[in-house]
């Protein structure tokens, strides 16, 4: 049987309601909604952190974020530790199996040579290392504001540096992925495509602008951004439709996290909270444990292999690798994983549930068991105070996390807080064992 290609297309900071699959009416996405009505829509996914870096190395190992050495510590995530070689990754573990593997786009896992994407599994890498980038000049700013930090020039292929000074940077890793596809596609392939819109800087051509007349000026560049990432997908899949490739390729798409409220974010220049990026219904932001932080838009493509219909049961980017795995005739028994495979559930052969879902992101912790999601000092975004030290929602009446039965049902607020607060105390003694020394590995 011949081994299926996996494409895992990846956005940056976009929220839950910014696609039109997952009930958008104001930012069209017809490349994307095309691949959830032909596959899975998951209504219900979570990344495993409300953070770039460790939602990234979550993704790509199959391990909650501290169990794969990356984490954000302290200063958010402008410090976080950088994978390594000592976890394996899918692109490691299919190239074991005999994939190509590639990277176009964002890595944002370590500056490090052992950290870098040639280091852990991937063949190539087209892209850059850092955080975000000027979308034209290729510059990385993060920084200047808190220290005077000179901007770098971020732009690689494998070790090195390559100028394209005014490239728009979401149709160059558009570009770089269909010729990975085209070079590849007479063997089985891993390509991760790791766009870094609708990141700051808010930058946007004006012909996705254009599709946008009506909107705020926030809320507009927003959908231009996203609108060029959508564009990016319908070229991707029509390079597999041409080629012949559709049905023997799993396309999953995922968002890292939900929107950011940074003040980078902020195009008006008044003290309103930057709205451009929505996470629908839910509560909170980038950074937050609540429900807008770390529920995102997913949804996975298998030509007639996988059942088109919604899932609703929650699950976690984390069950992303075992799946993958799974269907490309490895072993995911030969690897330490916090995920599940979802293959049978997807082929419509059953349900597959965690029994408890957990996240934790500075000093605040979280547990999802059935339909009850308990959050410790959870805030709404970036440097907000905490909302509440202990805050119990029913997700199945209350998905927007808007009523705190905490006081209402002490006694299952009593079993989630240690069950949370135990996996905490595991997490952070494997941190210390094995991770804590790779600390500063960014830099």
């Avoid at 770039?52 to 909650?64: D, E, F, I, K, N």
């Avoid at 808190?146 to 940077?169: I, M």
Wanted: with cysteine.
């Amino acid at each position: 049987m011949k081994k299926p290609n996996v494409i895992i297309i990846m956005t940056d900071d976009q929220g839950y309601g910014d696609l039109g699959c997952m009930g958008s009416r104001e930012i069209k996405t017809p490349n994307i909604d095309s691949l959830a009505e032909k596959g899975a829509l998951f209504s219900c996914m979570y990344s495993a952190s409300p953070v770039c870096s460790p939602s990234r190395a979550s993704l790509l190992t199959g391990r909650y974020p501290a169990r794969a050495g990356v984490r954000a510590i302290l200063a958010g995530h402008r410090k976080a530790s950088g994978l390594t070689p000592k976890v394996p990754t899918l692109a490691s573990a299919l190239k074991n199996d005999g994939y190509k593997t590639g990277i176009c786009g964002k890595w944002h896992l370590g500056l490090k040579a052992e950290c870098r994407p040639n280091s852990n599994g991937f063949d190539e890498f087209s892209g850059f290392l850092a955080g975000c980038l000027d979308y034209y000049s290729h510059i990385f700013y993060y920084g200047m504001s808190d220290g005077g930090v000179n901007p770098t020039h971020d732009l690689w292929e494998n070790e090195n540096e390559v100028y394209a000074n005014g490239e728009y940077l979401t149709e160059r890793i558009t570009r770089k992925s269909v010729d990975f596809i085209k070079r590849h596609k007479d063997e089985p392939f891993f390509l991760y495509v790791a766009y870094n819109a609708p990141h700051y800087p808010m930058h946007a051509p004006e012909k996705y602008l254009d599709r946008f007349p009506d909107l705020p000026w926030d809320r507009r560049i927003m959908a231009a951004m996203i609108s060029a990432v959508d564009d990016g997908v319908g070229e991707i899949t029509a390079a597999l439709e041409s080629l012949g490739l559709s049905d023997d390729t799993i396309i999953y798409f995922q968002s890292d996290n939900g929107p950011s409220r940074e003040s980078r974010n902020w195009l008006d220049g008044t003290e309103d909270p930057y709205y451009g990026g929505s996470s629908g219904i839910f509560t909170g932001h980038k950074f937050s444990l609540f429900e807008g932080g770390i529920r995102v838009p997913a949804l996975i493509s298998w030509g007639k292999n996988i059942r088109s219909r919604v899932i609703d049961t929650p699950h976690c980017a984390v069950d992303i690798f075992p799946t993958v795995l799974e269907a490309c005739g490895g072993d995911a028994g030969e690897y330490d994983l916090d995920g599940i495979s979802l293959l049978d559930m997807l082929k419509g052969e059953g349900e597959c549930l965690h029994d408890s879902l957990f996240w934790e992101m500075e000093d605040q912790t979280a547990i999802r068991r059935g339909n009850f999601k308990l959050v410790l000092n959870g805030r709404i975004a970036e440097s907000e105070t905490p909302r509440s030290e202990v805050f119990l929602s029913d997700l199945s009446t209350d998905p927007g996390e808007k009523n705190n039965l905490a006081d209402k049902m002490p006694e299952l607020c009593a079993e989630l807080t240690e069950a949370a607060l135990s996996w905490r105390e595991g997490i952070e003694e494997i941190w210390e064992k094995e991770f804590a020394k790779n600390y500063s590995l960014t830099s």
